[in-house]
């Protein structure tokens, strides 16, 4: 009688293993032949106003990962052990650059030797940008929701690249996103437009908010820089006390991811020479709200913003924002 079956437990034991394994294989080769299964791509964002937009247009398709949180400030913020071992461990990481994460800026150019690193930022044309002289230009993209769109588009042609199956579906989902970004900014041009003339001027923690001014034709002024790196001098709160007691201006405006320090101060210069100044509201500039929440999205945070400034400086807008969604207005 012939036998084929193993004869000991050793063979038992090896056969099984072989048998395992074969499974195995084969579960594998079944799963990455599913139509539409997810890529293994894992994306590392900086920002989450690059990190969640994104999400949503990967979809399935890749792991987005965004390192900074609610109201963590992008210009001083130092990465951590686990941010170096994440951004080690992707294959794409998007980053805005032009000078805002400044202390990330030697890490990502180590890394870009060994994967695309790409600063979002950078890819928006230069006749785009707002200069601040020596060649360098303000990060602060974000704030004019079609400029930020050419450095999404960027970040997807970048997906696209590195996962060519799923690229009409990147595509597909960015255009559905793209068209929210241009619901956003056309509700934005609405309600800033019904703000009166003589308030058209929006005082702020720090300079983020240059393309949106220049957007939505609005004056705006930091009592910081561009970044938060430099101190505010004296001078510049005096000069900010002036222009709020001249325009008589009802508001300035706090941002989560800067301290209210300064804009204090403001206010109580102000309330000594005989003008009120409240507090128009807290703006997300180059940080995004709690995660789960509408403004803890890239058009949340938008709504927000626009929604915040316009009612603050006499405009018309509705508390709840641009589809009933906010829940942070007064
Ligand atoms: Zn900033």
Redesign the pocket.
């Known amino acids: 009688m012939a036998v084929t079956g193993p004869k000991t437990f050793g063979e038992w034991r090896i056969r099984a293993v072989m048998l395992f394994a074969a499974g195995l294989v084969a579960a594998c080769v079944v799963l990455s032949s599913v139509p539409g299964r997810a890529a293994e791509l894992t994306v590392v964002a900086t920002i989450a106003q690059i990190g969640e937009p994104l999400g949503q247009i990967a979809g399935d398709r890749a792991r987005v990962e965004t390192l900074l949180g609610e109201g963590v400030?992008?210009?001083l913020y130092k990465p951590t052990r686990s941010d170096i071992a994440k951004v080690a461990r992707a294959n794409i990481v998007f980053w805005s650059g032009l000078n805002?994460e400044a202390q990330m800026a030697g890490l990502f150019e180590r890394l870009s030797a060994t994967k695309p690193v790409v600063a979002i930022a950078e890819r928006v044309p230069v006749e785009h940008r707002i200069g601040l002289g020596d060649g360098a230009h303000d990060?602060?993209i974000w704030m004019d929701p079609s400029l930020w769109q050419i450095a999404l588009q960027a970040a997807v042609d970048t997906l696209a690249e590195a996962d060519p199956e799923g690229a009409d579906a990147y595509r597909r989902r960015a255009d559905a996103y793209f068209a929210q970004l241009d619901a956003v900014a056309a509700y934005t041009d609405r309600v800033v437009a019904s703000i009166p003339a003589a308030a058209r001027s929006m005082v702020t923690a720090?300079?983020?908010f240059a393309y949106f001014g220049r957007r939505y034709d609005l004056e705006v002024l930091g009592i910081q820089g561009?970044?938060?790196e430099s101190e505010a001098g004296l001078h510049r709160v005096e000069q900010l006390v002036d222009v709020l007691v001249d325009k008589r201006l009802p508001a300035v405006f706090v941002e989560t991811?800067?301290s209210d320090r300064n804009l204090r101060a403001l206010m109580e210069g102000a309330a000594a020479r005989g003008h009120a100044v409240s507090i128009g509201g807290q703006l997300f500039?180059?940080a995004i709200g709690a995660p789960g929440t509408y403004e803890g999205t890239y058009i949340g945070m938008l709504d927000h913003n626009a929604t915040a400034i316009a009612r603050a400086l006499g405009g018309k807008a509705p508390q709840g924002g641009m589809n009933g969604r906010l829940a942070l207005i007064n």
């Open positions: 400030d992008p210009h805002l990060p602060h720090h300079d983020a561009i970044s938060t991811s800067v500039s180059d």
